[in-house]
């Protein structure tokens, strides 16, 4: 038995370790690099002396910031009372309203950044009739408001799934006991309730600011003249007045470093909320009665409703006729058949393609190190999953600009691949399936393995035959985020992307960009279609209504 | 099927730590139903787990018959086992639960459904057989966990704490189940427990163990009656311990306890008939209780629990000790707390053991402990 420690697990530690520093830790590397090192091969830090000095730079650290905190407190403010409301009363049509909020959250961000615009911008459908009926004329939605707008009203079903985990795994008898104390109501709330679900307060939270922070293409989309930092970066990688490589590579490097600043941040604080509850007796929904009834119904359903607006004005803005940027009159296929002209087909396929093969690897890795992690602990697997993490804090542009300085010359000239392509969503991507398979399988107890080899079974059959379908649910929620996610990948496609391996979610982008709304609005709603399908299909097979967890 | 089992100096240790089992060695019988007993983290669990091959094995040989198993694989050994937790396959039914190891021991593929179903029936579970064990209520899974382990016809049926999920009543009718299943295929059975009542229920012999040195082996009645030493009286049953001395005296020897009580003992070793200091271990129902006598331990009544078949009395001795006494209840009274009694002791049950060494005194013990 001594010569456990060398087995193919072994082996396996080696290769993903090798694998890791190689996809993620090389071009890091790279990245880095070319940050200090000068065209002329000489070291310098004057890019990152150039950011410092000039005001309209460092601005948009400042704006990001602005826009990331009011994001995520707006978030925060609308999500948690919508999960608490969700998970303590009983609501009619709450699986609807579950199902809305998720495909809320999946959508690709700048999609709904663009329908705002449709409906509210300088010619948008509710600026148009407000102002021709009453004449009231709305504020811009250009800017930072809008931004935020869009944004929170992406996000804030986020902090609704993390929380409505949450609340479902507080013990009645814990709110029981505090009722018997003297704290009801409002103070139980706040005192016993949010304070125990305080950890996934902070991951929501977490996620929610690196979401926002890393989003390139709402404010690109909507932020006109208010420059975010990450606007920023893609100009200068992409800009159209002149590339400067070194000075982009500086900007993702201090992207890194901000995003790490504040995982770390979140980290501490969350380290002071350890405990763990374990819910034997889950709160029983009441039935809301009165005036909380009222509150209780119009808040949920107005704030789904207007979360699904600007994605249901999509896809019937797919249908209307258009030219160019100018809407006409009647509904027809015309935006679709000129998305046909438009490498339709090849963009789904593409779309759909790139996106199973990168789930499957996913899968893969996430399963293996789940295994490594919770079953054979040491520490090189635990050096392999904070690898793995990484990502996390690594925004998409980041890893497009790494990607292309690590495999975009020889001897891996891999740019426009599909391979570079399947290597972002891996990388980007993973750390979701990773996260929920690891959980699922610390739940897992050892001697279920130990069972079936003890009755004959190989270490190999044993971990195909009974580890790998007792951890499917996990894998398989973490994996319906993974796949969403891919399919509605912007950030580091707009750098890697070319005409060959052109995707769905590119495809819209590329022709908001140009003006052909009615273009964009066909791959749009065709992007929806497949979320929606691929949300609904997995709602069927687990079976359980609000059992998707993040 | 019965295959014996047989550990030479075993020794069990994580890193460079203090061995969890120093140096182990034990026969065990075929067809045996052997227990190990002992407190938590005495080291029980990891000797079961050396035997099926989930521990390394640090030191010392393992034999089944006379195959040793040191270096095969868990899956070679041909081993049934049951977990605490029963280790049921939650994405499998009853059934492809039970067929599982089958499958995997290349029983014939036609022959696979008819042992199956005859375990299934022989555990009373086969009318479940095509359900999922979410299902099942723990007793029902703990069953097909007995009936999975058992198809396989392994030479060695190990099972570690099988019971210890159960509610009580529960208990009570799993290990008459697990016991006479076991006679009735007259398998080789080591059974690993912290419950010493349970282990008497099932068990041929016992294992008492504590810090990973076994203490005593022996039958159930022979470890409760004449216990090897002062931790088995205290962990077996229900011990009071009191101080005195061993009185050698015109070849007869005496007992005397620290309020001046005597008594003549016949059963002492020959070669410790010396006089020397003693711990004397009195289980409950070996003091007598006259409230006539004028000879005997003086002793106050503090309280007294009626319990139905007993009364337990909670008594201070002249000499300070507390004791519990529990007699068999009877119509008339009980003691009133605050009475004076006086008690005398059963001296052929009682044990005494050396204060040095703690070893027991007198004759009569049987330890196949190899030391």
């Known amino acids: ?550 | 099927m019965s295959n014996n089992i047989s550990i030479k100096h075993a020794v069990k240790a994580y890193g460079s730590n203090a061995p969890v089992i120093p140096d182990l060695s034990v026969e065990i019988n075929g067809g045996e139903f052997f227990t190990l007993l002992g407190p938590s983290g005495c080291g029980k669990t990891t000797l079961l787990r050396m035997i099926a091959g989930f521990n390394s094995i640090e030191g010392g040989d393992f034999y089944f018959n006379e195959t040793r198993i040191n270096d095969l694989d868990p899956a070679k050994r041909n081993i049934g086992m049951v977990f605490q937790n029963y280790a049921i396959f939650p994405h499998l039914t009853v059934r492809k639960n039970v067929e599982f190891g089958l499958k995997y021991k290349k029983f014939p593929k036609e022959q696979i459904k008819d042992i199956a179903d005859k375990f299934m029936k022989l555990m009373q579970i086969d009318q479940y057989a095509d359900r999922l064990p979410e299902n099942l209520s723990g007793g029902q899974q703990q069953r097909v966990a007995l009936a999975r382990a058992l198809c396989i016809e392994p030479d060695v049926l190990l099972m570690d704490e099988p019971l210890s999920n159960l509610d009580a009543k529960l208990r009570v009718e799993m290990r008459s189940v697990i016991k006479d299943i076991q006679k009735e295929i007259g398998i080789t059975t080591v059974y690993v427990t912290h419950d010493q009542e349970e282990a008497m229920a099932v068990s041929d012999r016992i294992a008492v163990m504590n810090a990973g040195v076994i203490q005593h082996i022996g039958t159930p009645k022979n470890i409760y009656q004449r216990p090897s030493n002062l931790f088995v009286s205290t962990f077996i049953g229900r011990s009071n311990v009191i101080e005195g001395k061993l009185i050698a005296e015109g070849g007869k020897t005496y007992i005397e306890t620290k309020c001046g009580y005597r008594a003549e003992m016949t059963n002492v070793l020959d070669e410790q008939k010396v006089s020397q200091d003693i711990i004397l271990s009195i289980r409950p129902e070996e003091f007598i209780l006259d409230r006539n006598a004028s000879e005997g331990i003086a002793a106050t009544v503090n309280s007294c629990v009626f319990l139905g078949l007993n009364t337990h009395y909670f008594v201070t001795l002249s000499s300070g000790e507390d004791v519990v006494i529990i007699q068999e209840s009877s119509i008339d009274s009980t003691i009133e707390p605050g009475t004076q009694i006086k008690l005398t002791l059963n001296t052929d049950k009682l044990n005494i053991f050396s204060k040095e060494t703690e070893r027991n005194l007198l004759k009569g013990v049987q330890n196949d402990c190899i030391l």
Not at chain 1, 74 to 80: A, E, H, K, R, W
């Open chain 1, 1 to 550: 038995m001594a010569k456990k420690r060398f087995d193919g697990w072994f082996i396996l530690s080696i290769v993903m370790f090798v694998a890791f520093m190689f996809i993620l830790v090389y071009p890091m590397f790279g990245l880095l690099k070319q940050s200090v090192i000068m065209p002329d091969g000489s070291f310098s830090l004057e890019e990152f002396q150039k950011f410092f000095s000039h005001s309209y730079y460092t601005q948009t650290i400042l704006n990001s910031f602005k826009i990331t905190i009011t994001t995520t407190f707006l978030s925060l403010l609308l999500g948690v009372p919508f999960a608490y409301f969700y998970s303590f009363y009983k609501i009619k049509g709450s699986k609807l309203l579950f199902v809305v909020s998720i495909l809320c959250c999946m959508s690709a961000p700048f999609l709904g950044a663009y329908s705002w615009i449709m409906l509210l911008g300088r010619s948008g459908v509710i600026t148009k009739f407000l102002k021709a009926t009453f004449g009231i004329v709305l504020p811009s939605i250009y800017g930072f408001r809008g931004v935020v707008l869009s944004q929170v009203l992406n996000y804030f079903p986020l902090v609704f799934i993390y929380m409505n985990g949450a609340f479902r795994n507080t013990d009645s008898t814990l709110m029981e006991a505090a009722e018997n104390m003297g704290c009801t109501g409002i103070k139980r709330l706040f005192k016993i309730v949010l304070n125990l679900s305080m950890p996934t307060l902070l991951a929501s939270t977490l996620m929610v600011f690196m979401q926002s922070f890393s989003d390139f293409g709402t404010p690109s989309t909507l932020g006109e003249d208010y420059k975010t930092f990450l606007v920023l970066l893609y100009n200068e990688y992409l800009g159209e007045t002149g590339q400067d490589y070194n000075y982009a590579a500086a900007l993702a490097i201090i992207a890194v470093v901000l995003a790490g600043i504040v995982f770390f941040l979140q980290k501490w604080a969350t380290s002071k909320y350890k405990f763990s509850i374990n819910a034997l007796h889950p709160v029983q929904k009441k039935d809301p009665k009165g005036i909380l009834a009222v509150i209780i119904y119009v808040y949920c359903y107005l704030l789904c409703a207007i979360a699904i607006l600007p994605q249901a004005y999509v896809v019937f803005l797919s249908f209307r006729n258009c030219k160019g940027s100018v809407w006409g009159k009647g509904l027809s296929f015309n935006n679709y058949a000129n998305a046909m002209k438009k490498k339709l087909v090849l963009a789904s396929r593409n779309s759909i393609l790139m996106g199973v093969f990168a789930l499957v690897i996913i899968i893969v890795i996430a399963v293996l190190i789940a295994y490594l992690v919770v079953r054979r602990s040491n520490a090189l697997n635990h050096l392999i999953d904070s690898c793995s993490m990484l990502p996390y804090i690594m925004p998409g542009a980041v890893i497009g600009i790494a990607l292309i300085i690590a495999f975009g010359k020889k001897p891996f000239a891999l740019t426009g691949t599909m391979i570079i392509m399947i290597l972002s969503f891996v990388i980007r991507r993973m750390p979701y399936t990773i996260r929920s398979a690891t959980a699922t399988l610390m739940h897992i107890p050892e001697s279920i393995e130990e069972a079936a080899i003890s009755l004959g079974a190989s270490k190999l059959a044993t971990f195909v035959k009974v580890t790998v379908p007792m951890m499917s649910s996990g894998i398989l929620s973490g994996a319906i985020l993974s796949w969403v996610a891919i399919v509605t990948e912007l950030s580091s496609s707009v750098i890697l992307y070319s005409n060959r391996t052109t995707t769905l979610t590119m495809q819209a982008y590329v022709y908001i960009g140009r003006g052909e709304y009615g273009t964009a609005a066909a791959f749009a709603a065709i992007l929806n279609v497949i979320t929606t399908i691929s949300l609904l299909i997995y709602m069927r097979i687990s079976k359980s209504e609000d059992n998707v967890k993040l």
